[in-house]
C-alpha cells in the first residue's frame, strides 16, 4: 500500500537523448547537449532517491513502527518539496530535449492554432524570443484547457512548470549551461538557431485530444 501514497518514479531518458543528439542538433553541439542530459540525469537520480526514502518512510507509518523510529525520519517529509522543485525541472528538460530535431518544419494542426492565436509563425516566435532574452530560466508554450488559447509563459525559476489547467507544448531552456558553451554571450543566436531545430511533429503529440 505504501507505493500507492508514494512519489512519483520518474523513467530515466538519458539513454534515449545521448543517442539522439550524439551528431549534435544544428548549432547545439553533442558536447553541450551531452553536459545538458547529465544535468537532467543528476536531477533525476535526486528525485528518484528522495521518492525511494519518501516510500520507505511511508512503509514504517503503516507498519506502525515506534514513534522515536519516524521521528528522526521527519526530514524526509520536508523534502517532499524538494521533490516537486526537482520535478518541474526535469519535466521542463524532458520537454525541451524532446523540442530539438534536425529540419523541422510547422505544420498541421499545432500550425493552425499558432496562426489563430498570433497571427502568423513569425509573431509567435518574436513572442517568444522578446520573452526569452528577459528570462533566465524557462518559456514555455502551454494551450490553456480553459479558453482553448495558446500563451508563452517564461520564468526566471529553473524549477517553475505551468501545471493545473494546462498543456505544456513547448520548452525553451534559458539557463546559461544551454547556450553558453556555443554561442558565447549571443543568447539571441541561440533562440534563433532553437526555432530552426524544433521538432513540430513531436509537439503536435503534446497536444490534448479536447
Not at 69 to 88: A, M, P, Q, T, V
Request: charge should be negative; charged fraction near 25%.
Amino acid at each position: 500500500m505504501a507505493e500507492h501514497l508514494s512519489l512519483k518514479l520518474i523513467v530515466d531518458q538519458s539513454d534515449t537523448f545521448l543517442k539522439k543528439f550524439e551528431s549534435g542538433i544544428g548549432k547545439l553541439s553533442s558536447k553541450t547537449l551531452a553536459n545538458h542530459v547529465s544535468l537532467y540525469k543528476n536531477l533525476l537520480e535526486e528525485a528518484n532517491t528522495l521518492a525511494k526514502e519518501y516510500t520507505q518512510y511511508m512503509g514504517r507509518w503503516l507498519s506502525s513502527a515506534p514513534a522515536e523510529e519516524l521521528s528522526k525520519n521527519e526530514n524526509i517529509i520536508s523534502n517532499i518539496g524538494e521533490w516537486f522543485s526537482l520535478y518541474g525541472r526535469i519535466a521542463s528538460h524532458e520537454l525541451y530535449f524532446n523540442c530539438l530535431r534536425k529540419n523541422g518544419s510547422c505544420e498541421g494542426k499545432i500550425k493552425e492554432l499558432i496562426e489563430a492565436n498570433f497571427g502568423s509563425i513569425q509573431n509567435f516566435k518574436l513572442d517568444i524570443k522578446l520573452k526569452a532574452l528577459h528570462a533566465s530560466g524557462w518559456v514555455w508554450t502551454v494551450l490553456d484547457h480553459y479558453s482553448g488559447k495558446i500563451f508563452n509563459i517564461p520564468a526566471n525559476r529553473e524549477d517553475a512548470f505551468p501545471f493545473s489547467g494546462m498543456s505544456t507544448l513547448i520548452a525553451i531552456d534559458l539557463a546559461e549551461h544551454a547556450y553558453e558553451p556555443d554561442f558565447g554571450q549571443d543568447k539571441e543566436g541561440y533562440i534563433e538557431e532553437f526555432f530552426n531545430v524544433i521538432d513540430w511533429e513531436e509537439i503536435e503529440k503534446n497536444l490534448p485530444i479536447m
